[in-house]
């Protein structure tokens, strides 16, 4: 098993290719914007790279990882050095907050959530995954050691929603076959993209497994490419424009 850092994975050392395979999709972020309502002032906990944030708005970004704050590109703003259980910022201190694949990596989401709602006067949106979902993924089949691993990682729906307070709504949402940011879902119809080092790398949950599990999912993975036994078995996704999978999008009012 890989030994993390600080928190639930150790972006110093494991989040270097991030920028590049970890780009905001344009109609999943249509979506995060859409949910954010006519708020002129954001904050995104969590920010990473910079993925998802709204460009016609005034948006305060908060990533404690200097890896992640280093990749992010020159036309978004610098990422404040904080983190989520302690945000330095005073009650209702922006029209809505947002966090983006990432509530499930915080050491203490509990007291993540209730700082969101703390600043934001308005929506709380989170993209997120739902575990109970995550084995409809064919990955399943190669790698199921990474699957209960994630689904250890993330918090039911219920939680989160209990946790934001107020009108909570849960939205599935679904998952283009040209999907520009690289989690593991987003290639369900490009299953070649998992033989290559950096996309991996680009995705926290392979941090969760011990190497010899990745090698032996990786090479089971290409003996199938190479028979095409991964066709005959998942070949229909080859041509199935959006998957239903784990991705779900949340959004709390106050």
């Known amino acids: 098993m890989r030994v993390r850092g600080a928190g639930d994975f150790d972006y110093e050392t494991g989040g270097a290719s991030y920028g590049a395979h970890r780009r905001a999709d344009p109609r999943i972020a249509a979506l995060v914007h859409e949910a ?17 944030e709204p460009l016609d708005r005034r ?31 005073g009650d209702d201190a922006f029209e809505a907050a947002m966090a983006t694949v990432t509530v499930h990596q915080w050491s203490d989401a509990a ?42 990682r993330y918090q039911p729906l219920e939680w989160l929603a209990e946790q934001l307070g107020g009108a909570c709504i849960v939205t599935p949402v679904a ?24 996309v991996r790398r680009a995705q926290s949950a392979w941090g969760f497994v011990d190497p010899a599990v990745e090698a032996r999912a990786v ?3 290409r003996r199938d490419l190479d028979s095409g036994e991964w066709r005959r078995r998942h070949g229909s996704l080859l041509h ?15």
Do not use: K
């Open 219 to 221: 090479a089971e993975l």
């Open 59 to 89: 948006v305060v970004a908060v990533e404690p990882s200097r890896m992640m704050r280093s990749q992010r590109p020159r036309h978004l703003p610098r990422a404040i050095d904080a983190v989520a259980e302690a945000l330095p910022f």
């Open 36 to 52: 954010l309502g006519d708020a002129r002032t954001v904050l995104n906990v969590g920010a990473g790279a910079g993925s998802y």
């Open 111 to 152: 007291a993540g959530l209730r700082e969101l709602r703390r600043v934001a006067g308005g929506p709380v949106v989170i993209l997120t995954f739902d575990g109970t979902a995550l084995d409809r993924f064919w990955l399943a089949e190669y790698a199921p050691e990474l699957i209960a691993a994630e689904r250890g």
């Open 175 to 198: 998952i283009p076959i040209d999907c520009t940011d690289g989690f593991t879902e987003a290639f369900y119809a490009r299953p070649e993209r998992f033989l290559i080092d950096d």
């Open 240 to 254: 199935q424009p959006t998957f239903a999978g784990s991705l779900r999008l949340v959004v709390a009012q106050p």
